[in-house]
C-alpha cells in the first residue's frame, strides 16, 4: 500500500489537465463519485456507463448513460482514467477486475475536503467521500470506499473492495477484511478483526471480533439472522411476566419518586 501516496501525488498532478472520466455505476455510488470527481478536478467532464442497458441513452443528473462494458472499452482512448462505482462490494470488485484484465486504468476520487494523514497508505482505486478522515499509520486497499464524513482512526486497515458508509467510525487499530460492509452511524471500538465479507448494520456498536461473513447489529452488537426483507437478532431476549411485572413497578416506583406531582399546587 506505500504506493498509494504516489498515486495521490499523481492524481494531483492531473488535476490540472485531465478532461474526462468514466464513471461505471449510475446509481447513487455514481452520481456521489461523479460530485467528488468534478470537486477534486474542477472543470473536468465525466460520463457514465453502467451495465443495466435499460439505463443506456437515459439521463441522470444531466449526464447521459453512453453504454455499458463494451461500449466503454470500444472508446477507453477518449477517457483519461475510470472510477467504478457499483456499491455491491462483490459487484464493483468483480467489473474493477475485469476492466483492469482490459487494460482499462482505473483511478482514485478523493474529495477535496477529506483529511488523510501523511504516513496513511492508499491502494489504486479507491473513493474517499467529502470530510472522510483517514488517520495517521492507516491503510486502504484497492477499490474500497469511504463515504462521507466517516473516521479510520490510526492503524487501521481498510480491506479490498470494503465499504465504510457515512459518518461510521473505526477506532484505532481496527481492521475490515476485504468485501466487509459497515453501515451509516455504525462504531467499532479499537483493535478488533471484522472478518471478509462481514456486515455491520447501520447504528452497530461493535466491541468484540466479528467472523468471516457474519451479520452484526444492536448495541452492544450482536450475530443477527435473515427474515424476509429484513434482519431480526438471532437470539432476542425472553421476558417473562414476572420479569416484565418487576419491571413495570420499578418504573411505576421511579415514576412516583422522580416526576414531579401533576396535582395543582394549593395556596
Known amino acids: 500500500m506505500a504506493r498509494g501516496r504516489a498515486e495521490q501525488s499523481a492524481d494531483k498532478r492531473l488535476g490540472a489537465m485531465m478532461a474526462r472520466f468514466a464513471v461505471y455505476g449510475s446509481g447513487g455510488l455514481g452520481q456521489v463519485v461523479r460530485d467528488i470527481l468534478q470537486s477534486a478536478h474542477p472543470g473536468c467532464r465525466v460520463s457514465f456507463f453502467d451495465s443495466d442497458s435499460a439505463r443506456h441513452g437515459t439521463r441522470v443528473g444531466g449526464v447521459r448513460i453512453v453504454g455499458g462494458f463494451e461500449a466503454l472499452v470500444a472508446v477507453i482512448e477518449h477517457f483519461d482514467g475510470v472510477v467504478v462505482a457499483i456499491g455491491d462490494n462483490r459487484q464493483r470488485l468483480a467489473m474493477a477486475r475485469r476492466l483492469s484484465a482490459a487494460g482499462v486504468r482505473l483511478v482514485s476520487a478523493i474529495h477535496p475536503s477529506a483529511s488523510i494523514a501523511a504516513t496513511a497508505a492508499l491502494e489504486p482505486h479507491v473513493v474517499i467521500g467529502p470530510r472522510a478522515t483517514l488517520c495517521v499509520g492507516a491503510r486502504m486497499a484497492s477499490h474500497a470506499i469511504l463515504s462521507a464524513g466517516c473516521v479510520v482512526d490510526h492503524d487501521g486497515v481498510v480491506g479490498e473492495a470494503a465499504h465504510i458508509h457515512a459518518a461510521a467510525r473505526l477506532a484505532g487499530g481496527v481492521e475490515l477484511g476485504a468485501g ?33 461473513g457474519e451479520v452484526v447489529g444492536g448495541v452492544p452488537a450482536e450475530g443477527v439472522v435473515a427474515h424476509g426483507s429484513r434482519f431480526v437478532p438471532s437470539a432476542p431476549p425472553v421476558v417473562s411476566r414476572e420479569s416484565a411485572a418487576v419491571s413495570g413497578d420499578t418504573m411505576r416506583a421511579w415514576n412516583h419518586e422522580f416526576i414531579p406531582s401533576q396535582e395543582p399546587t394549593r395556596r
Open 180 to 212: 466487509v460492509t459497515v453501515g451509516v452511524g455504525a462504531c467499532i471500538i479499537q483493535y478488533k478483526r471484522i472478518g471478509d465479507e462481514a456486515v455491520v448494520q447501520p447504528g452497530a456498536v461493535v466491541i468484540r471480533d466479528v467472523g468471516a
